[in-house]
């Protein structure tokens, strides 16, 4: 693809793309299964019997069991679908963010009520912060 | 003749939903983004609208990979709540204006813009936490809602200028409808926010500010900024803004009018991982 | 760089798919109809497209009245043949092309065409219809297809003028690809017919001669035609017709180029209801 | 609405805009679940019950029982849902195109036959023949 990609360059940041949505389509339909009371209950009984249900790769499947959001992300997974699996897990999406960045959950709520991140240093990777 | 009387901005946060539900709203927390609802909360009621034109964007809810419209018009009779993983939002279904709707797509799509008319759709908090942050917790909606899907999951969204012009021919629309109707058109998502990766969390008050009032006074220049402009200042999930340009192309000024009075305006930070961002306009 | 090297022009009937399944193109009735395509289906082997790209419409069988895109891509990696009410045709599922259709999507979009994109869809007679018509009864489609569905049921249908500006983006998407494919454009549909009320059984062949004439040497004045004409001089069915303005669009000469070669041109009367027209334009 | 329907003046035409889809809906979707087998066998055990499961109006339903298609389109109906009714009944599209203009079926196709019907005469409401 010679597409523009100017978004490729925002450090900590995926764009969910069409290339992004091809890689991932697999993994977050599965991730909407998990609307249903009766997947969740599945899912929750053995989830990895409930992941090869899925022609996900072996990659995504252990970035979901693992929940590395990040690595889930990587792979193709969108942070709208992801969040069906926090909600099966019983996580807000503070938490579910947070887990992403590499604080502790205090951490991220402390500096979410202090303002958030800022944009300073955040705006192309490599940037000095 | 049907108009357009006012505009409407917010986020649309869904712990905010959650804490309206969960009876948290006057927790130290909470309080302060309640409070910025107050006014408005009264303003609505004395201004009864018929109908509200609602533009969203739904968040894997309604629409799964399997279908991406980019532009969703709902024209049904009305839309249930949507589970999104924790069971609905105990809120009233949302009543839909199938004929207004119906007339609205026919006119908008004659304008040369592409939508996807939808006759059957939950509507998740993109939709129902701007009702209640401005109807409280009724039992009923005070009036229909013509709710309006905008894809900004998978990119390319649509630009900020498309979205503007949208909304031009959406008060267009609005404006040849026969019947006598007060219209409102709400703009909601945003504003500065990242829900995903390392760059979680990320806010931008000067952006936001910035954006505010630039939306007042220069709604046209503000509807060439490029979607990498919205990343890279306001979070992936900041893009949502471009759904502000919809709501404030409908309005009379840039379509020939007299300038909107600003009723109120708010900002505040934090709502879990966003900046919460509310603007109501009135036309004159 | 890919490059759209032709443009494929024919009529969708039914009726043609079920002939062909049955076995009854030798019958006197469907024989004129066959022949005019033998030549395309020498054409198309020795074409060796690497891709189609098949503008059709669904004819309520992958949407219903719940979700109605105006212009639907699909970019799944295959699509089923859709159960019309008597089982699916008997001919091969449909190879799609994601990569091209995402990248088709991601340009189409981010030039102000709203684009619904799809990844679950069974294609109906209006996409297989074609594909039998020019390749025969293989055990395999010759190559990947992207099938690009058009909402023609529900009134309004897209603007002759629109679908035309929206081939032209097409093809500035397909040539900014980076490999090196041969892509063909089809549009399908029409040509006059009508398949409901009194007035149903409408043929008009002067209508539908002008109409190849206008293609060919005029289409940017064709384009401008407004729905009505097409309704009151081809039928309400006729009004299919608009997306053969997109294949147009995609074509060289419309874009700075060579005008192109007319390789074939067939019409004849009556395909069941329908005029059946067909046409193959190569790009020089 | 004040929008322009300038196809109003076409003989023997009903265009299926935003109001007759709304008329409509319910006709047309209780087609479309004809193209499950479940449902035409439903359906054929016992038509009216089976309407019966769906909001439509009395007179859809009748027109439905009397295949009376003519009907079904000024009820909202569109011929590509409609069409559906046909395949249940193992109709040809040119049978059920016929039945609407009032001719045999053997005069219908004899006239598509010949050419099909002119537009001369056809193109306004009035118009002389
Ligand atoms: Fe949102
Ligand atoms: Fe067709």
Known sequence: MSLDKPYKDVPGTTIFDADMSRQGYHLNQFCMSLMKAENRARFKANERAYLDEWPMSEEQKQAVLARDLNRCIALGGNIYFLAKIGATDGK?????????TGMSEEEYRNMMVSGGRSAEGNRYIGEKK | MARITASVYTS????????????????????????????????????????????????????????????????????????????PRPVPKVIGHPKLAGHIAQSVIQDDFDLTIVNKMDVDHGLTV???????????????????????????????????????????????????????????????????????????????????????????????????????EAGSEGIELVMWLIARGAMSDVNGGKPPTVRHRFYHVPASNTAVGHLILENN
Chains 1, 4 share one sequence.
Request: charged share 20%; hydrophobic share 40%; with cysteine.
């Open chain 1, 92 to 100: 807000s999406f503070q938490q579910m963010a947070g887990s992403m």
């Open chain 2, 12 to 87: 649309h946060v869904p712990a905010v939903g959650a804490a309206l539900d969960l009876g948290k709203t006057a927790e130290p927390y909470w309080q302060p983004v309640f409070k910025g609802y107050e006014f408005s909360k009264q303003w609505l009621k004395d201004q009864k609208p018929d109908v509200i034109f609602l533009v969203y964007n739904d968040h894997a809810n309604a629409f799964s990979l399997d279908i991406i419209p980019t532009f969703a018009i709902g024209t049904a009779p009305e839309f249930a709540v949507a589970d999104e993983g924790w069971g």
């Open chain 2, 130 to 232: 701007p009702m209640s942050l401005m109807c409280g917790q009724p039992q009923a909606w005070p009036c229909p809602v013509i709710p309006f899907a905008v894809n900004v999951v998978q990119y390319p969204v649509p630009s900020g200028r498309r979205c503007y012009m949208l909304g031009k021919a959406i008060r267009k629309a609005i404006e040849s409808y026969d019947e006598p109707l007060n219209v409102q058109i709400w703009g909601t998502g945003g504003m500065s926010h990242q829900l995903q990766g390392p760059r979680a969390g990320l806010i931008n008050k000067e952006f936001d500010t910035a954006f505010l009032d630039r939306l007042i006074a220069d709604p046209e220049g503000l509807s060439a900024m490029p979607h990498i402009d919205y990343v890279r």
